[in-house]
């Protein structure tokens, strides 16, 4: 089934099993939450050490038969140019099917993802896992005027801005500078107050998940054409640039296809089609909203009707340990992997089946290796990719989510965005970490569910 939330303490099995074991030996220590002495045992896409150094990495970068194509506008000549991934591309050699883009994304990307997320992705139209239990009367209050935003509570609880100071920014006295910004604005902890003390329904200490597109159901353990929603354009057009990449990476052109040899490995064993005929629908995903303590226990996303098309995974916020393992809890290997802020991963071809989670979150202040400015050869700040409109090209617009929504889904920059805002992301990010995976439910030509009867029509 599918990741449905968060998870604390131990991997829950009924048996011993090698998922199990090595799950719960990377999970988080209570008592020791800074631990990261199990490092050397995960695999560091973005180390600074080549991580073609470790055994079973393996580079899938140069195997693109046909690189990844989209306009991206350039802003000073208002010109169009063909946009080419150029970053690094690597897979496991015990796990066919799977890839990784370290660092894809670039910091500004990120956040408006992430805005995206705490604003818009878990708010109707779309489903949360707190929409599925009733609000608490006597115990629980709604949210102001039944109208306050999870993301406007969070604000008010967390973060006091000074409004002269913030208003001096915005007319450009502080030069839209971050560092001066902070200071002037002063930002700090709100004091706890008998409004904090409050046990609103909708608030982020209790977000686990949101499902947005044909919204997954949980107890049915299926998706349902009854439910769904718009599916947002950034997530959209991200999760067909980097299906799409990620099918050319499995290519075989030019390259030694000799059954057991590392490039037959790595070639898609279900139904492989030419980059040019590929096609990527995101029709459904499902947003993961971690807090320190957070951890989601192995699962395999096997309820989409087509597993031929991979998952397409976005990390935001705190680094994590990753596990990979085999078809069943008990086979293996399992591999933990670190996950880094602006990676993008994909679960596709042998390995879209296979168990995966999270074992813990990494706090801010853990020491793990910095990003290496250059990963398998190539700068970082060559091949990241800055603003989702590099990828869409005129398929961007200014309005429209995917499926009609009447709600707009431009290409708003951080940097636009209200100063408030965009140190409260910063501030949010520091104890939180965000991931939006992304698949396609049904088959290609299919537009509906087989079966399933719509009765809101």
């Known amino acids: 089934g599918n990741g449905n939330g968060n998870d604390n303490g131990k991997e829950k099995s009924s048996s011993r099993s090698m998922y199990k074991d090595v799950f719960n030996k990377h999970r988080r220590k ?29 580079d899938l970068s140069e195997r693109r038969c046909l690189r990844s194509r989209s306009s991206c506008s350039n802003y000073e000549s208002e010109s169009k140019h063909e946009y080419e991934y150029q970053g690094p591309i690597y897979g496991l050699k015990s796990h066919p099917g799977f890839a990784y883009m370290p660092s894809a994304l670039s910091t500004s990307l990120q956040n408006d993802l992430v805005y995206k997320a705490v604003t818009e992705f878990c708010e109707p139209p779309h489903g949360t896992n707190i929409d599925l239990v009733p609000l608490k009367e006597g115990v629980e209050v709604p949210n102001l005027n039944e109208e306050e935003s999870m993301w406007e509570l969070w604000k008010r609880e967390n973060v006091t801005v000074d409004a002269d100071a913030a208003v001096a920014v915005e007319d450009g006295d502080a030069n839209h500078d971050t560092t001066q910004y902070r200071k002037a604005a002063n930002i700090k902890a709100k004091a706890t107050t008998n409004d904090n003390e409050k046990k609103y329904y909708k608030r982020f200490d209790k977000l686990s998940w949101a499902t947005l597109g044909y919204r997954f159901d949980w107890t049915a353990r299926a998706y349902r054409e009854k439910n769904k929603s718009a599916m947002p354009k950034i997530l959209d057009q991200l999760g067909k640039f980097f299906a799409k990449l990620g099918e050319e990476a499995k290519c075989n052109v030019g390259v030694d296809s000799t059954p057991g040899s590392d490039s037959d490995q790595q070639l898609n064993p279900i139904n492989p089609s030419p980059p040019s005929t590929y096609s990527f629908t995101a029709s459904a995903a499902i947003v993961n909203y971690y807090s320190l303590k957070s951890s989601m226990g192995g699962h395999r996303d096997d309820s989409e009707l087509d597993i031929t098309k991979p998952v397409v995974s976005f990390s935001l916020g705190l680094p994590a340990v990753f596990m990979i393992g085999g078809k069943t809890r008990e086979e293996g290997p399992v591999v933990p992997l670190l996950l880094r802020p602006g990676d993008v991963m994909l679960l596709g071809g042998d390995s879209r089946l296979n168990f995966h989670g999270v074992a813990r979150i990494l706090p801010h202040g853990t020491e793990v290796p910095p990003v290496g400015r ?25 309005g429209g989510d995917i499926g009609g929504s009447d709600a707009g889904d431009s290409d708003v920059s951080i940097a636009a965005m209200p100063h408030s805002d965009r140190l409260a992301i910063e501030k949010f990010l520091l104890k939180h970490r965000v991931n ?22």
């Open 30 to 58: 209570p008592d020791n939450p800074f631990y990261i002495d199990d490092l050397d045992q995960m695999v560091d896409f973005s180390s600074a050490n080549p991580p073609l150094q470790h055994e079973n990495v393996i």
């Open 374 to 398: 250059c990963i398998g050869g190539r700068d970082v700040g060559d091949f990241q990719i800055q603003s989702w409109s590099c990828i869409c090209g005129n398929e961007c617009g200014n």
């Open 436 to 457: 939006a995976n992304v698949r396609q439910v049904l088959p290609d030509g299919i537009d509906r569910i087989p079966g399933d009867v719509d009765d809101t029509e």
